[in-house]
Structure formats: structure tokens, C-alpha cells
């Protein structure tokens, strides 16, 4: 609890504490006999508690009508009861205000909590960083740690800071950060990232950003600020109580004026007191604070739940969008396929096999591309960087360098006919990269990628769970590309794109569909953020550590597998079938209530049990969305 919601919790008892004394003295018999009988008294004494429990929201109201924005919670209640106070219902009047703060306390309360909950749920804010100093380790703030200090992470401690090992070997927990418990192993030369946990051995860690910049800063800055980005339902919550108000107020103006005047009109004692008193309760009855804030927080729940399982969710917006979600487009390298290459062949070479591989691995030697990275395991040897000038990198063709003073090219069949290279094509199935040296054909090498194990069912359950239409996007070839899908279940494909024609496509899709259903495209983040950012939610995989993608994406699944989109999509229904529950459910009990109301047989006590209640179930129903089983 914070320091304000401690200040109204004493207000709570203390005013608790002055009606039950009040209500003693004052009764008739047990009581004061002076006080029993004069409602002057009373009316001073019951002001005592009523100014000790609302004189904030009576300021809060009065200030709303200065500035001219008179229909909220704080008018609702103020009205309800002064009005409750001059009819001479002194006790409720209190209780009114006593309940509604009660309510406003455990709301915040919940909220807080639950703001809180989802930076300690996944609980990877490093404490502190270890340097070595002159004697000994010495624990530093993690902000003051430069790039390239060398960092020690001892077995059970967080890695802090990204980074590269520079000595020990360890098996690191990255489930805070991913969901996944399955423990990884790294050694020297290994990238980290900060927010794993050491299980093992002592690491020395070489950082390669500042914290600021790490892996946990960045996460935990995107959950945070998460909150800002509405969703449509949370919009219509506001312009829903924008008329709601208004309307409920007016009504109650003619809940008590209207019933007595028809009722003198036919010569019937008007009653205006009995009247009055019902418009009262509708008015307490009819404050929307369970819809106004079990909505939001069920978002902020199902984002935080989502973020235990290592699915990142930037807004609310994004949730909602997901879970309509009925087109996926995929893209195929490093999403659907592992990404890592194996050279299956090379032909039509005149240089030695080794001696291409070796000019290919260097000409490579600066990319991230999956492909790139596999040419340099493929060769296996060291690569010496001194030897590479002038690379140039052609997205969805291929890389050009001079590896020695000759000029290497390397790409697929659109890079050989941008560069006017005649080209042998293979008879095999695979990814083929031709490579022409001075501008001469030098043979092609065949790689082929390995399908990832989860991707067939990750595509079964994205159908069974109501996926109209899956399609993957691919720059690779024809044949590859049908074949990946035929294995995979996935109907429709395009091959041989460009990252330009990716987006144009994409465009095409959304185009041709219905506003309603949703369009998300899943990339790895290589080269896809124009994409990524065009669809309607952009989902990011294995995006640990490359910030581009986390920059881009709506969504972001801290590891590669993907049935984590399953598990994405099913978090976001379940987020909204609580959300729409707490809707209709809250709206429904306010229908009855305020009917009820209206025909005098609810009075005021029920009306704010009725309040408090439906925001509490409400609240409690929002938490539910927090608890999401790991995979
Ligand atoms: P995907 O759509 O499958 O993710 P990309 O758009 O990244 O594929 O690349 C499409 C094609 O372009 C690859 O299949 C490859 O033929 C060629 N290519 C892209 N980058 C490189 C590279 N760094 N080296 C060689 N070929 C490349
Ligand atoms: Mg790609």
C-alpha cells in the first residue's frame, strides 16, 4: 500500500469508528436522551464522520462543476448523499460515501498490484552488477557499468547486462524471460542476454551495451509502458460512461419529479420524499466504477500473464486485434524453419569446393542473415575480416564483396540477373546460392534449411482455433517454398520476394478482407519490418536481443517456437472473454438494480452493496486473466 491509500484506509476506520459511537449515543433508549430526540444534533454529529470520509470527493465534485465537466463518480455520489443527508437519512448518507471509498481503495489498490505483479512476475530487474576491483568483486548499480567492463555472474545471479562470454561455461535459465524452462548451455564467444539466470558456472561477461540499452531495460520498458495504448473496448468504456452520466442523472431528475407530479396531478399526496429518495438510489446505484475499472485492469492482466509465458504484448489494442485474428501470414526462413542451413551440395564449381566456400564465408562474413550465418559454420575455419572491403548487402537477393581485391557475389537467381551473370539452375531442391567471381559465373552451392519441430502443429491448432486462412511469404524459391508448405499444412504461398513485394502482398491481404477479421504476419525480424509494422498485428519470433524487431512488432515471443503464437492468440481470447464478461455482467446488475431502484425496492443500503460487490467480483475476474499456464 502506498502512502495515500494508507491515508484513506485510517480515514475509512476512523469514520467507521464515529458511526458506531454516533449511532450508540444517538439511539433511542442505550442512548443520550438529548441527542436521541434532536435531529439538529444528529445532523451535526453524522457531518462529523460524513466530512471525515468524503471531503475529497465533495471537493473533487465541486471542482468538476466549476470546470464545467459535471457528470462523473465524484458528482454521482456527492448528489446521492447530500440528498440522502437532507432527507433526513443521515446514516446512509455516510455508509454511501464509507462503501464507495471502501471501493475506490480496493480498486486502486488492485491496480497497483497488479501493475506491480508483472515487472515481479517475470522478474528479471538486476539489482546490482559485479566488476572486479582491486580487492575482490565489488556489487556496482548496473547503470553505471560502461560497454566493455568485464562483468562476473556467479551461479544463481541474473545476468545484468548483455553481453559476450569472455571465460567459464554455464547452463543459464532464460525462462523469466521466455517461458521456457528447458536451461541453456553457453561458453566463451556466446552472446548473452541480461535477465537469464546463472544456474551453473561462474561467467565472465564482456558487456556489449549499457543497461539502458540491454535486453531487460528494453522489456521491461515495453510492458511497462504498454498501458498507454487503448484498446476499442477500453475506448468504449469511456464514451459509454461519457453519456452513461449524464443520462442516469437526468433520468433520476425525473424519477423525482415526474411519478409525484402525475400523482398530485390525479389527487394522490405527491410523496416527493419517497420519490426523491428512490432517485437517490438509482443515482448510487447507477455509478459505472466496476465497468470503469475492471476493464482496463482484465487488459493489464492478460498482458501481464502473456508476458510470464514470453509473449510480449505492446497495448491492449494489440490483444484485442489478436484475438480476431482469422488471416496469418508467415514468413518461412528462421519463423517456420530453424533458419540454420546445411550445405547439401556444389556444383558446377571450377575452383575447389573448399577454396568457394572460403570466398563465400567472407563475403558473408558482416550479415546477420540466416543464411550468411550457416556459410560461415559451413566453412568452420576462422574468418579473417581484414580480407573483406566494399560489402554490400541486397535484401531478399543476396551479398556482394570484395573478398582478396576480387569482386564475389552471392545470392539467389534475381542477384545473378541484376548483375547480368549468366547462371546454371540446379536440378535439386533447395536453397541455391550462385556465386559469380569478377563477374564470372563460379558455380552454385545448395544449401537446404531444417523445418522446425513444433511448425506442423502450431499450424494445426492456429486452424483448429479459428484461423480462416494461413499463408506464408517467401523470398526463397518455388519449390522449396511448396514444398515447406505442403509439408506444413499451410495453404497458400508465394515464393521468390522481395521484401518490397512482402509488404505488397501483405497489402493485397488486407485489402481483400473484411475490416473485422485481423491480418497478422509473423517474422523473425530479419529483414521484415516494413512488414511486420503494415499488418494489423505485427509478431515477432526469437526476437531476443534483436531490437529492431522488438522496435517493430506489436507482439514480440521472447523465443522461436511456434506454437507460441497458439499460445499468444489463446491468451488474448481468454483476455477477452473476461473482459466482455465483466461487461455484461456489471451492466446487467446495474440494469436490475437501477429497475429495482426505480420501483422503490432497493433502497440505498442494497444499492451500494450491489456497487461494491459487482466491482470486487469484477476486479477478481480481471486478476483471472493474469494466470496463464506456461506452454
Ligand atoms: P525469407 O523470406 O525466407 O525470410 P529472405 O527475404 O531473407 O528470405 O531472403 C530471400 C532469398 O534471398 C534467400 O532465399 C536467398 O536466396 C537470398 N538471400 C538473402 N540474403 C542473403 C544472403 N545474405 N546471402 C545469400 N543469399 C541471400
Ligand atoms: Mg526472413
Known amino acids: 500500500m502506498n502512502k495515500k491509500q494508507k491515508k484513506v484506509l485510517i480515514r475509512i476506520i476512523v469514520s467507521i469508528a464515529l458511526l458506531t459511537i454516533i449511532a450508540i449515543i444517538t439511539s433511542e433508549g442505550i442512548g443520550i436522551s438529548v441527542l436521541s430526540d434532536n435531529r439538529i444534533m444528529q445532523l451535526v454529529l453524522y457531518l462529523i464522520p460524513y466530512f471525515v470520509i468524503g471531503y475529497d470527493i465533495l ?29 433526513g437519512e443521515y446514516r446512509e448518507g455516510v455508509a454511501v460515501m464509507l462503501f464507495y471509498q471502501i471501493g475506490e481503495l480496493f480498486q486502486s489498490y488492485a491496480v497497483g498490484k497488479s501493475r506491480r505483479n508483472i515487472s515481479e512476475l517475470m522478474d528479471i530487474r538486476p539489482d546490482y552488477a559485479n566488476i572486479e576491483g582491486e580487492d575482490g568483486l565489488l556489487q556496482v548499480d548496473p547503470d553505471e557499468v560502461e560497454i566493455g567492463t568485464i562483468i562476473v555472474v556467479s551461479p544463481g545471479e541474473k545476468v545484468p547486462i548483455d553481453g559476450v562470454v569472455v571465460e567459464g561455461t554455464a547452463s543459464v535459465n532464460t525462462s523469466a524471460l521466455t517461458g521456457e524452462s528447458v536451461p ?16 551453473t558456472g561462474v561467467l565472465k561477461i ?41 443520462a442516469v442523472c437526468y433520468s433520476a431528475l425525473a424519477l423525482a419529479v415526474i411519478p409525484p407530479v402525475i ?18 438510489t438509482f443515482l448510487v446505484i447507477s455509478c459505472p466504477c466496476a465497468l470503469v475499472i475492471s476493464i482496463p485492469l482484465s487488459f493489464f492482466a492478460g498482458i501481464g500473464g502473456a508476458s510470464k509465458a514470453g509473449v510480449l504484448v505492446k497495448g491492449s489494442n494489440y490483444l484485442e486485434a489478436l484475438a480476431s485474428v482469422k488471416h496469418m501470414v508467415f514468413d518461412k526462413t528462421g ?16 575452383l575447389e569446393d573448399e577454396k568457394l566456400l572460403e570466398l563465400s564465408a567472407h563475403a558473408e562474413c558482416y550479415s546477420n542473415h540466416p543464411i550468411s550465418k550457416s556459410i560461415r559454420t559451413a566453412y568452420g575455419k576462422t574468418i579473417d575480416q581484414t580480407r573483406v572491403t566494399d560489402v554490400e548487402e541486397i535484401s531478399g537477393k543476396g551479398v556482394t564483396a570484395k573478398v582478396d581485391g576480387m569482386e564475389i557475389a552471392i545470392g539467389n537467381s ?27 559465373y563460379a558455380g552454385h552451392i545448395v544449401i537446404s534449411d531444417v523445418l522446425k519441430d513444433t511448425s506442423k502443429e502450431a499450424i494445426a491448432r492456429l ?34 520476394l522481395l521484401p518490397g513485394d512482402k509488404v505488397a502482398k501483405v497489402e493485397e491481404l488486407l485489402d481483400a478482407k473484411p475490416e473485422k477479421e485481423k491480418l497478422a504476419f509473423v517474422g523473425d525480424g530479419i529483414n521484415d519490418a516494413p512488414v511486420l509494422s503494415r499488418a494489423d498485428v505485427g509478431i515477432a519470433m526469437g526476437a531476443l536481443g534483436s531490437d529492431a524487431a522488438i522496435e517493430a512488432a506489436d507482439i514480440v515471443l521472447m523465443d522461436d517456437d511456434p506454437l507460441k503464437i497458439a499460445k499468444a492468440i489463446g491468451i488474448s481470447k481468454k483476455c477477452m472473454r473476461i473482459v466482455y464478461e465483466n461487461i455484461y455482467f456489471a451492466i446487467g446488475v446495474k440494469l436490475i438494480c437501477l429497475l429495482l431502484g426505480a420501483l422503490g425496492i432497493a433502497n440505498m443500503w442494497l444499492a451500494i452493496f450491489a456497487d461494491v460487490g459487482v466491482m470486487v467480483i469484477a476486479v477478481l475476474n480481471a486478476i483471472r486473466a493474469l494466470m496463464v499456464k506456461k506452454i
Request: hydrophobic share 40%; glycine share 8%.
Open 59 to 87: 471537493k473533487k465534485a465541486f471542482k468538476g462543476i466549476m470546470n464545467r465537466q459535471v457528470f462523473d463518480e465524484n458528482f454521482l455520489m456527492a448528489v446521492a448523499t447530500i440528498g440522502a443527508i437532507c432527507l
Open 184 to 199: 541453456r548451455t553457453i561458453s566463451v564467444d556466446d552472446e548473452v542476454i541480461s535477465g537469464c539466470i546463472n544456474m
Open 206 to 246: 564482456r558487456t556489449t551495451k549499457e543497461f539502458g540499452e540491454s535486453t531487460v531495460s528494453k522489456i521491461l520498458e515495453l510492458v511497462e509502458n504498454s498501458s498507454s495504448k487503448k484498446s476499442r473496448s477500453e475506448n468504449f468504456i469511456s464514451r459509454f460512461a461519457h453519456y452513461y452520466t449524464p
Open 263 to 280: 400523482r398530485l396531478i390525479i389527487g394522490m399526496s405527491p410523496e416527493f420524499g419517497n420519490w426523491v429518495y428512490r432517485a437517490l
Open 335 to 350: 519463423t517456420l524453419t530453424k533458419g540454420i542451413f546445411e550445405v547439401t551440395g556444389i556444383h558446377h564449381n571450377e
Open 414 to 440: 534475381k542477384l545473378m540477373e541484376q548483375m547480368s551473370i549468366k547462371y546454371e539452375n540446379c536440378h535439386k531442391v533447395g536453397t541455391i546460392l550462385h556465386v559469380a567471381i569478377n563477374g564470372a
Open 463 to 496: 486452424h483448429k482455433m479459428g484461423v480462416k486462412k494461413t499463408i506464408m511469404l517467401t523470398g526463397d524459391s518455388k519449390n522449396v517454398a511448396e514444398y515447406v508448405a505442403a509439408e506444413l499444412g499451410i495453404m497458400h504461398v508465394s515464393s521468390e
